[in-house]
């Protein structure tokens, strides 16, 4: 028994989501999605479920991945490309 309610609570769900799969082992069935919501829908009623945070406005991340096209998004694109192409430039001028 361990002091620390985090680990206490991952070793909980590790061992629940073994317990899905082998179940559906068992079952030979491949379905992922409906294993997924199923193992979701079990934890909700024990565990709160907190969302993860939706990635800053104005960081790369949000702009490739989540597509969105704000000003400060598309800021932080131009930014990266901007230092993208200057990288390239100091490649090309080492070699060149
Ligand atoms: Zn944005």
Redesign the pocket.
Known sequence: MTDNPTENTMDDLRERLAEFVREYERACVYAPNTLVSEFLDSISLTHTITPIREPE??TLY??VD?K???D??RAANAAYSREYRAGLRREAGKHG
Do not use: A
Request: hydrophobic share 0%; aromatic share 10%.
């Open positions: 406005h104005g949000r702009y989540r969105c096209r704000c400060e998004c």
